[in-house]
Nanobody
Framework: VQLQAFGGGLVQAGAFLRLSCAPS????????IGWFRQAPGKEREFVAA????????HYADSVKGRFTISRDNAKSTAYLQMNNLKPEDTAVYYC???????????????????WGQGTLVTVSS
């Protein structure tokens, strides 16, 4: 499964963006989808996950209440709705997928087998 992430851009603080993640050459209907981000000079960090088997959502504390992860199985696309963006949300955002994750592994980048190419989100103050 190859993933494509898109929807990033340059916005002002307080604005919103919706990122999309779609597979090419397959479907991730039962996969867990994760969104991660990496700011310059920092390690890749967990943002949100949609657990495929349990249909549950999980968020980093820094985005809880502002970001929403969802999945449209009919379109085989996952989304990350980002509201009330802050300058500290500036990063390259990646989507990832895997079909073998356990709950305790959702927030660990190395546990995901498939990755998209990343899309840049820049939030100006």
């Amino acid at each position: 499964v190859q993933l494509q992430a898109f929807g990033g851009g340059l916005v002002q603080a307080g604005a919103f963006l919706r990122l999309s993640c779609a597979p090419s050459g397959g479907t991730f209907r039962t996969y867990t989808i994760g969104w991660f981000r990496q700011a310059p000079g920092k390690e890749r960090e967990f943002v949100a996950a949609f657990r495929g088997s349990a249909q549950t959502t999980h968020y980093a504390d820094s985005v809880k209440g502002r970001f929403t992860i969802s999945r449209d199985n009919a379109k085989s696309t996952a989304y990350l709705q980002m509201n009330n963006l802050k300058p500290e949300d500036t990063a390259v955002y990646y989507c990832a997928a895997d079909n073998r994750l356990i709950l305790s592994s959702l927030r660990i980048p190395d546990q995901y087998h498939y990755w998209g190419q990343g899309t840049l989100v820049t939030v100006s103050s």
